[in-house]
């Protein structure tokens, strides 16, 4: 029978037993394991723990992002537990994990046979594999799609790219108001969006696909601004480069017309490559008007040259390799979602439009790039499975030779709801038959992808 | 280990290594605020600061520092407090929602000098409408300095004015609807189609045809292109180079558009592409600039267009900015390629930092603007302004202009009040050019200074004017005319002189009280052959108190006259003067 505690009394004993179980990591990693040193301060955690384990279940130190939690709850990180904090990450990193758990009382032998390996790890040049390994009651586990931790970082993912979404609608009131745009604001909520993506990539790409009633503006930019974040993170590029990227492709549309519109379409015979190019120009110019800033050069060339062909256009602009990421990503979001009264293309119909389209209109590499994010049935792509299951795609497979087998998410089975998941990897007797139009079966995709 | 502290000594006020830390962190900031990051002393200072922090970090491991509205706490212990809010190191950083700072033992200068300098920028507000302190530093992924942040109180968009509570209530909607019902209302999922597939195709993808999008909709599920390593490395390679050429891949995608755009359009492109100019140039990024001038001079029609086009270019501190630029040897040569391509229209904004520059930068500039064909109008202000540190370059400048442009900057040096600018255009002066200068020579015949009068009557000389020989008489009459003038006159009046000049030269030698000048009259009288001459200078050769030095140039100039009477050239005459050109003062 567990002891009871009020929730701060919780919350300190987390807090002390990362500083705790941090400290003994840190004295393993650079002393002998018969110093005595360690032993006294293996002997103090092993009765830290014993105490723990009168009031939890099991002791889970996680890390995702820069968020520490333990037991999947938020550490508030107060003077040593700040510290402890900077270190858990860094221990992590450097192995690649993203869980410690002991899931029961361990004695100092045990303990110190989860030193000796992990020791063994961080003096290894290349420390992977470690996650791999067993340990009596001690479990350790790298954060994937499939193998989520105890914390919930799909909902604050979501909740990131709905602030991002919400800010963006500000900033085109702004932009109308011909007020300067809150550049601050935008570039922190991008890296919120980045931070929390990290592990859960498939689910930002599937959020993208959020339908956009209203012809929102703020929708196409936040959608185009996550798959190219997607795009830069899966191509590990640098911070500050990830956030360029991201933040051109966030505003490369931003003052343009919302949706596609019949008024917006090419007369018969009209030339369209000069009417995207008249306002791709019109959107790097009021960006350059509203942009009290240097970076505004690269993001409104981005959002002009998005505009042109990969190729190069008839007057010699050849677009930069930013912006042809940027030119896929929007096509994407726009073939599928092009706003109220108009009849969109299914997810991977989009993505074999740009492959049948890479190479002159688009650059193969970044075509290919979006391709290996979000595969042949995007994320969010809504499918009739060969045992007749209706399902969500959740993440796109690990392995491009099997990029028409994703994991799925059944949300229909039989004519009644249902709700589980199926790696077609894994399921060779199962195959997707059919994509379908989510529109037309009126499900929330998004809804799938975080429930 | 520690010193052992002498006996009786009392302890120091900065004994305790963290209070002297966090002491030299407030030092180092307020070095900061009066010297500017890249001084010495503050180069000095936080190299202690950096030297304080390792000391404390290899005793204690990590530093955490907790920040509050007014002060930073280390394990719930003051150790700073603000006393003035305009000078607080904490509060910009609290506003923005950052929590706490820790050091980690690994911290290398190399981290924390960047570090401590975008603490610096965002507390005196330099970081810009782009990054906040936190933004800031969590792309530059600092590995041994964590900085935990909160959501901070510029989240809310108060600023902006607009109302937070809406945009709060907006994003739990938003975040509501995403996460909320599975199935969508009939009014989502029903709207009238005003726009079909195929128009939506073809308006993104622009080329696609009907039976295009047919095939591909209609075809079975595609392999998908893998993404070949070489695809990474190009893809990798190319974004980081995509920041670096923007500026010069704008301004020459305005000017693409510039000619056909309406007015208002050109309007806003003139705008932006003036924005990229400086904006660029004082990020150091010139060089992106001066090729896009490059390929947009080169491959454009002269005419109105790239007229109006660069013109827009020329803001007064941009052409500053670059002027300075030319000293940077770094940054010089991309600096005076931009000044070579931008439009004549900036050379009148020009004259200050022309000025102001070193004379070898002049020099370099000189080369530049000699292409602009500036005004003789423009060089004559700019030497009426600034007068004798400028008018050797506005010479040199002149040399390289039409003669018009000369004719303007010798006018204005002929009247101007310094000696030196009279002297340069004196110099100037062309022989064949004295008829359109002589009312302004004339008066410098009677300056007070002996070089002017000297450079004035040769140039008199060497327009071989017909008034020469009056000129040097007068000079010779005048009481006021300095010595080293008057001997110049007379070995002019030995060249020039008309029959009188014997008996003026003669009368010199006799009665002028200057032995120089006499020396000088007897010497002059070789070169006269009037009768007279020779007799004066038997006479005043042979007397018998008379000075040694005039007596022998009387009998030097008896030895010249028997030698050209006997058909023998004299072996060195005497220089009328000194050639114009040859006479540079700089």
């Known amino acids: 029978m567990k002891r009871v505690e009020t929730n701060q009394q919780r919350e300190a004993r987390g807090s002390d037993f990362l500083v705790q179980f941090i400290r003994l990591l840190r004295v393993a990693g650079v002393h002998d394991l018969d110093n005595s040193a360690v032993d006294q301060v293996t002997k103090e955690v092993v009765r830290v723990i014993e105490d723990d384990f009168t009031v939890f279940n099991a002791l889970a130190i996680q890390v995702a992002g820069d968020q520490v939690y333990f037991n999947g709850e938020f550490i508030k990180l107060k003077g040593a537990a700040f510290e402890a904090a900077g270190q858990a990450r860094r221990i992590y990193q450097r192995l690649s994990i993203n869980e410690i758990n002991i899931s029961n009382v361990v004695d100092a032998a045990t303990l110190k046979d989860f030193l000796r390996q992990f020791q063994r790890a961080m003096q290894s040049a290349t420390p992977t594999g470690f996650a791999q390994l067993k340990f009596t009651n001690i479990q350790v586990r790298a954060l994937d799609e499939h193998h989520r931790i105890g914390i919930d970082q799909r909902v604050a993912l979501a909740r990131s790219y709905a602030q991002l979404v919400v800010i963006l609608q500000e900033s085109v009131l702004l932009l109308d108001r011909k007020k300067p745009l809150p550049l601050q604001r935008i570039r922190r909520a991008t890296q919120a969006l980045a931070q929390t993506a990290e592990g859960n990539r498939s689910l930002l790409a599937g959020l993208t696909r959020y339908e956009n009633h209203e012809g929102d503006p703020a929708f196409h930019a936040a959608a185009v601004g996550a798959l190219a974040m997607l795009m830069g993170l899966e191509l590990k590029i640098g911070r500050k480069a990830l956030m360029a990227l991201s933040l051109s492709a966030v505003f490369h549309h931003i003052a343009e017309p919302r949706g596609i519109s019949s008024a917006a379409l090419v007369p018969e015979g009209g030339d369209s490559e000069e009417l995207r190019q008249n306002e791709a120009l019109s959107t790097a110019l009021a960006l350059a008007r509203s942009t009290p800033s240097v970076e505004v050069v690269e993001r409104a060339s981005i959002a002009f040259e998005a505009a042109q062909p990969a190729a190069g256009d008839r007057k010699g602009i050849i677009p930069s390799m930013a912006a042809r990421c940027v030119s896929v990503a929007c096509a994407f979001d726009r073939l599928i979602l092009p706003g109220p009264g108009a009849a969109g293309v299914r997810p991977d119909q989009a993505m074999r439009l740009l492959v049948e389209h890479s190479g002159t209109r688009f650059d193969k590499k970044a075509v290919r790039l979006l391709a290996s994010i979000v595969g042949v049935y995007p994320v969010g792509s809504l499918v009739r499975l060969s045992g ?6 959740v993440s796109a497979p690990r392995d491009p030779n099997l990029a028409s087998r994703p994991t799925v998410r059944v949300v229909e089975e039989k004519g009644a709801e249902a709700s589980y998941l199926i790696e077609l990897e894994r399921e060779p007797n199962l195959a ?19 429930a | 280990m520690a010193a052992e502290e002498p006996k009786g000594s009392r302890p ?15 030092r180092s900031f307020s070095i900061f605020r009066l010297y500017g990051v890249a001084h010495d002393t503050s180069r000095a200072s936080e190299q202690q600061l950096f030297e304080k922090l390792t000391a404390y970090l290899d005793q204690n491991g990590s530093l955490c520092l907790v920040l509050d509205a007014t002060s930073l706490k280390v394990d719930d212990r003051k150790v700073l407090e603000d006393d003035r809010k305009e000078e607080s190191l904490v509060r910009a950083l609290f506003v923005d929602g950052v929590e706490s700072i820790t050091f980690l033992a690994e911290v290398s200068r190399e981290e924390f000098l960047p570090y401590l300098h975008a603490w610096y920028d965002a507390i005196s507000g330099a970081l810009g409408s782009e990054y906040s302190f936190s933004t800031f530093v969590w792309e530059q992924d600092f590995q041994s300095i964590f900085t935990a942040v909160r959501q901070g109180l510029s989240d809310n968009g108060i600023e902006d004015g607009l109302d937070p509570k809406a945009a709060e209530g907006r994003l739990q909607q938003l975040h509501n609807q995403m996460i909320g019902a599975a199935r969508l209302a ?10 079909s597939t195929l128009g939506v195709v073809k308006h993104v993808l622009g080329d696609a045809s009907a039976s295009d999008f047919q095939a591909t909709a209609e075809a079975p599920p595609a392999t998908l292109p893998e993404l070949a390593k070489s695809d990474r490395t190009a893809l990798i390679s190319g974004l980081g180079s995509s920041a670096r050429g923007a500026g010069q891949r704008a301004l020459y995608a305005l000017w693409q ?9 050109r309007q806003s492109i003139s705008e932006f592409a003036a924005r990229i100019v400086a904006d660029l140039t004082r990020e150091g990024r010139m060089r992106e600039v001066s090729r896009a001038l490059v390929r947009v001079v080169e491959m454009a029609e002269v005419g109105p267009d790239l007229e109006d086009f660069l013109a827009c270019l020329c803001d007064p501190d941009v052409v500053r900015d670059l002027v300075h630029l030319v000293e940077d040897p770094a940054a010089a040569q991309d600096a005076l390629t931009l000044l070579k391509y931008l ?13 102001l520059a070193a004379p070898d930068v002049r020099h370099r500039l000189v080369q530049v603007l000699a292409q602009k064909r500036p005004s003789g109008e423009l060089l004559a202000s700019w030497l009426m302004t600034h007068g004798a540190g400028l008018v050797g370059s506005l010479f040199e400048l002149a040399d390289q202009l039409d003669q018009d442009a000369q004719d303007f900057l010798i006018r204005a040096a002929l009247i101007h009040d310094t000696p030196e600018v009279v002297l340069k255009g ?31 009557l040769n140039a008199f000389i060497w327009a071989k004017d017909e008034i020469v020989p009056t000129l040097l008489e007068s000079q010779l009459a005048d009481p006021n005319a300095p010595d080293e003038v008057k001997k110049m006159c007379i070995r002019g009046l030995a060249a020039f002189g008309g029959p009188s000049a014997a008996s003026l030269l003669s009368k010199i030698l006799t009665t002028d009280r200057s032995r120089q000048l006499r020396v000088a009259a007897a010497l002059a009288l070789s070169s006269v052959d009037d009768p007279t001459a020779w007799a004066t200078l038997q006479k005043e050769g042979a007397r018998l108190f008379g000075d040694r030095a005039v007596k022998q140039a009387c009998r030097e100039s008896l030895r010249r006259l028997a030698q050209r009477r006997a058909g023998v050239a004299p072996s060195e005459p005497p220089p009328p003067s000194i050639p114009p050109d040859e006479e540079r003062s700089e």
């Not at chain 1, 007749?388 to 795609?393: C, L, N, P, S, Y």
């Not at chain 2, 009939?186 to 726009?195: I, L, S, Y």
């Not at chain 2, 439009?343 to 000025?355: I, K, M, N, T």
């Open chain 1, 388 to 393: 007749g299951q209706i399902a969500v795609v």
């Open chain 1, 432 to 450: 997707i038959v059919e994509a379908l139009d989510a529109k037309q079966e009126r499900l929330n995709v998004t809804h799938f992808l975080l």
């Open chain 2, 12 to 26: 120091s006020l900065g004994a305790d290594p963290l209070l002297e830390l966090i002491g030299q962190l407030k």
């Open chain 2, 186 to 195: 009939a009014r989502d999922g029903g709207m009238a189609v005003d726009v």
């Open chain 2, 257 to 265: 558009w510039f000619p056909p755009a309406s007015p208002e359009m």
């Open chain 2, 343 to 355: 439009p004549e229209s900036y050379v009148d904004a020009l004259s200050e930092p022309f000025a």
């Open chain 2, 426 to 456: 004196l110099s100037k002066v062309k022989p064949d050019w004295m008829p359109q200068f002589r009312s302004l020579v004339e008066p410098r015949l009677h300056h007070e200074q002996a070089e002017i009068r000297r450079a004035a």
